[in-house]
């Protein structure tokens, strides 16, 4: 498949799992899949992705997992605390992502020591003050973060 992620994808207010990779999509990550209330797995990697990430996925209320990686998307990471992460959060070869992980993010997606963050120009240092990891027990045994 290749073109446009359509924005009617948002109109799946039901859909769990939204698996597009490695299908040469190109445009944006639309607006419309903040929408997706019960969403738990969103793989778009390996796209042609391009533009930022959109600040509707901070809408996102359910527990989910997030591949976003081998992509051309820009700018800096929108506030998602909202979101619980229980599975994993791939964002690694997006050269044009940069700026500090938000605060909620870190040491919560695996991304210790900077791993996750290849091929970005986002970094873990920030004056913010909360930068302990947290990490459940559950997480900490799989190498999973969570919000």
Do not use: K
């Not at 948002?10 to 019960?38: A, E, I």
């Not at 929108?78 to 992502?97: F, I, K, Q």
């Not at 210790?112 to 240092?125: K, P, V, W």
């Amino acid at each position: 498949m290749t073109g446009l992620l359509a924005p009617e994808f948002g109109n799946l207010t039901y859909l769990q799992s939204l698996r597009l990779d490695g299908h040469h999509f190109q445009g944006t990550v639309p607006l419309q899949l903040g929408s997706l209330t019960h969403l738990q797995i969103l793989n778009l990697s390996s796209n042609q992705l391009s533009g930022s990430l959109p600040a509707t996925l901070g809408q996102l209320q359910s527990e989910f997992g997030v591949w976003l990686d081998h992509n051309r998307l820009t700018g800096s990471i929108p506030e998602v605390c909202n979101v619980t992460v229980t599975s994993a959060v791939h964002l690694d070869h997006n050269s044009g992502l940069f700026g500090d992980v938000p605060h909620c993010l870190r040491g919560r997606l695996g991304l210790g020591q900077g791993r996750g963050l290849e091929g970005t120009g986002l970094s873990l240092h920030s004056s913010t003050q909360d930068d302990r990891p947290v990490l459940n027990d559950q997480a900490s045994a799989d190498g999973i973060g969570c919000i």
